[in-house]
């Protein structure tokens, strides 16, 4: 179960995972489903609709898609829309906000589905604590899988993550889950030290299982994306973010081009990778890394490419000559995997997981993060010896096949699967939330619609301004009903003095509260509430 899983959601490291392992325990025999959001453009049904959304929460099937994707069950959960209305968390708290509001449909889908046919375990990130009520309240066996905490983007300021308020509730519900799993995986050791440094996490209780790779599909022999035309090419494949650590790339390009100028090298530089809002002030990154360029004269060295599907991807590898992963952090990056599993040359930095699958002088070089001058050094040494690139390129190859390929990897989840599940049947009695699954939900919704009404009634009696603009909506949406509140209102202020306040007048503020009651109604069925 995961937010992310291609081609719907995704090709960032999470989806590529969930698909690399999902197809992985299919080859070994397993049945797998994955519960996964669907594309962004499919909407909810309208809030309105009663009939849809009980057909929605309580019955969990009739607007998700249930789809078999390459052998594999995948249940696409909609998801725009959904509790946007609720204003009040979706100013003060977006991030949690999204969070909640997309774990609650996974969840229900979940839920649905395990009380038909009960799956034997939950794989699912750490990742906005996917994971959280299934976890705690021992639905069934979880396993957490370590992708990148939350608590570690604050930390270390990744995409100006800061300590707010918000990113902290984030954070809390992470830990939660992983505290409350029956196992953790951890792609590497490096990750695994932060979880134990972060929240005391027993480090010998996080399984290290390294990510799968398909070796088959992303192997040296085949098609290529850029013909051999006399160049050497150098490959970075990678959102535009500064975690990612292209600028530093970016900086060291025309340094390359001065050590490389008396060897009569042709090279160019190939950059591979969606443009974020992660510069300064939320700006997008692609037009600085341009900028950089054109101040140096090497725009014409350097091809950047959005969006490649992953089924093109391994042609683009082969396509290269040097691949490079500049990254400030990262756990297990799959831009390293693809490209060694492809048979090429690849720099790391010394950030994260990346020194536990390069062999440093092996199968790849490692150089230290955020250091132009180590990129320039190592691309141009690289760049200028054929035959090192051949060996780097060959043991690399030789590595994955060796200890990574998914089959393999899929053995090791399915031993810590079957861990997770002798723990479970051992804690179940000891649950952090021992009521039932639907009561779960219950509850999880309940506590957002407090929030969310603790806000409204906040804001409603301090700002003029949102008490203005609430009758403004209301008077073009329910007229009927903005006329019978002022009509009570001002019989409650008149009738006050005479104390014979007429029948009709509380038989309309009956009516007011029926109203009431029956939109907080539909307001808790938005939310997953059992009827």
Request: charged share 20%.
């Amino acid at each position: 179960m995961s937010k992310e899983y291609p081609p719907d959601t995704g090709w960032g490291g999470i989806g590529t995972y969930n698909y690399q392992i999902a197809h992985g325990l299919k080859a070994i025999g397993h049945e797998v489903e994955v519960i996964a959001l669907s594309k962004a453009d499919v909407p909810m049904p309208s809030n309105g609709d009663l009939h849809h959304l009980s057909n929605h929460f309580d019955q969990g099937a009739e607007n998700a898609k249930t789809l078999e994707e390459e052998g594999i069950v995948v249940h696409r959960v909609p998801w725009q829309g959904h509790m946007d209305k609720h204003s009040g968390m979706l100013m003060t708290a977006p991030y949690s906000h999204f969070m909640f509001k997309t774990n609650m449909l996974l969840w229900n889908k979940l839920l649905a589905i395990h009380s038909l046919r009960p799956f034997d375990v939950l794989e699912t990130p750490e990742h906005l604590a996917e994971g959280l009520i299934p976890a705690i309240a021992k639905w069934l066996p979880v396993v957490i899988k370590l992708h990148t905490p939350y608590s570690k983007f604050i930390e270390e300021r990744f995409h100006h993550t800061t300590a707010a308020f918000d990113h902290q509730l984030i954070a809390m519900f992470e830990r939660l889950a992983m505290v409350s799993a029956d196992a953790l995986i951890s792609p590497s050791s490096d990750l695994a030290t932060y979880l134990f440094r972060d929240m005391n996490y027993p480090l010998n209780e996080i399984k290290i299982v390294k990510n799968p790779i398909d070796a088959n599909k992303f192997a040296p022999d085949g098609p290529r994306a850029i013909p051999a035309d006399g160049h050497l090419t150098v490959l970075f494949v990678g959102r535009l973010e500064e975690r990612k650590g292209v600028r530093y790339l970016i900086e060291a390009i025309p340094h390359i081009f001065e050590k490389i100028a008396v060897d009569n090298l042709s090279v160019r530089f190939v950059i591979i990778g969606s443009d974020t809002t992660t510069a300064a002030g939320h700006q997008p990154v692609l037009p600085q890394l341009k900028q950089m360029l054109a101040k140096s004269g090497c725009t014409d060295n350097v091809v950047f490419l959005s969006h490649v599907p992953l089924a093109e991807m391994p042609a683009y590898y082969r396509s290269a000559d040097i691949c490079i992963a500049p990254s400030l952090y990262d756990n297990a990056p799959y831009t390293c995997l693809e490209a060694m599993s492809c048979g090429r040359p690849l720099i790391g930095t010394d950030a994260g997981g990346m020194p536990e699958y390069i062999i440093d002088g092996e199968s790849g070089l490692i150089i230290p993060a955020a250091d132009t001058d180590a990129i320039v050094q190592a691309v141009t040494k690289l760049l200028k010896n054929e035959e090192e690139r051949l060996r780097l390129g060959k043991n690399a190859r030789s590595y994955i096949l060796e200890k990574i390929d998914r089959s393999q990897i899929a053995k090791q989840n399915e031993a810590v699967y079957k861990l997770a599940m002798a723990r479970f049947a051992s804690k179940k009695e000891r649950a952090v939330y021992q009521r039932s699954p639907s009561q779960s939900l219950a509850d999880a919704s309940g506590m957002f619609y407090a929030y969310q009404t603790m806000l409204y009634n906040l804001l409603y009696v301090h700002s003029w301004r949102f008490r203005i603009g609430r009758w403004l909506k209301l008077l073009l949406s329910r007229p009927r009903l903005l006329l019978a509140k002022l009509i009570v209102r001002v019989s409650d202020k008149f009738f006050s003095f005479t104390g014979n306040q007429p029948p009709f007048i509380s038989r309309l503020n009956e009516q007011i509260e029926n109203k009431q009651n029956e939109q907080e109604r539909l307001v808790k069925l938005e939310l997953g509430c059992p009827k």
